[in-house]
């Protein structure tokens, strides 16, 4: 299942329509970048997805930590590129906010 964009299309029309901020440092920074753990954990997450439940239950019951492990670091994740996502948008929104009407948004 996809996880929903942070910002829905009538937040970010809300975001475009408010008066922008002047302030560049009141925008957070993204957590992180990608690197070498994020390419772990999607090539752990692509390896979960292709095992079958039998596959699943007989890793849970040997190791009854391994997916309790896997679902906290997943949703760490989640949660990182979820902010990193949310800081790109609201960046767009402030462009949008403060361009001029004429240009044309491709995003």
Excluded: C
């Amino acid at each position: 299942m996809l996880a929903k964009y942070p910002l829905s299309i009538e937040e970010t029309a809300a975001l475009t329509r408010a008066r922008p901020r002047l302030d560049p440092e009141a925008a957070t920074e993204p957590v992180a970048l990608p690197g070498a753990d994020v390419a772990e954990l999607v090539h752990l997450a692509r390896a979960v997805l292709m095992k079958s439940p039998q596959d699943l239950a007989a890793i849970a019951q040997a190791a009854p930590s391994m997916p309790a492990n896997w679902i906290d670091v997943f949703t760490a994740e989640r949660a990182r590129a979820e902010a990193e996502a949310k800081f790109w948008s609201t960046a767009i929104a402030y462009l949008m906010a403060t361009s001029p009407s004429g240009i044309a948004n491709d995003g």
